[in-house]
């Protein structure tokens, strides 16, 4: 069994209204990683990450480019530990 890793992260930049929470389930889905993504009121998006270490670190990767329109400024990771297990991958409003 593949031990699980979760990771918390925040993107900023131009991340709101480009699609960029659909994007990110499209690519989460197709590589397997579990979690949610949504918008924040400070117009910055975040995401959970849940899956395989390699995983989660190619969705976090993805997150420095993100959807076509978007113009990522920075990506904040944490790491976390003894998250409960997450089934699918959410767009949370």
Same mark, same amino acid.
């Given at each position: 069994?593949?031990?699980?890793?979760?990771?918390?992260?925040? =993107?900023?930049?131009?991340? +709101? $209204?480009? @699609? @960029?929470?659909?994007?990110?389930?499209?690519? /989460? #889905?197709?590589? $397997?990683? *579990?979690?949610?993504? &949504?918008? &924040?009121?400070?117009?910055?998006?975040?995401?959970?990450? +849940?899956?395989?270490?390699?995983?989660? +670190?190619? /969705? =976090?990767?993805? *997150?420095?480019?993100?959807?076509?329109?978007?113009?990522?400024?920075?990506?904040?990771?944490?790491?976390?530990?003894?998250? /409960?297990?997450?089934?699918?991958? #959410? =767009?949370?409003?």
């Amino acid at each position: 069994m593949t031990e699980k890793v979760n990771a918390y992260v925040k =993107i900023s930049g131009k991340v +709101q $209204g480009v @699609f @960029f929470r659909a994007e990110t389930k499209k690519m /989460a #889905d197709q590589s $397997g990683v *579990c979690g949610w993504v &949504r918008n &924040r009121k400070d117009r910055t998006v975040e995401a959970v990450f +849940q899956g395989n270490l390699e995983g989660v +670190q190619a /969705a =976090i990767k993805w *997150c420095y480019s993100g959807s076509p329109y978007a113009h990522v400024s920075d990506v904040d990771v944490r790491w976390e530990k003894d998250k /409960a297990e997450l089934k699918g991958f #959410d =767009i949370r409003y």
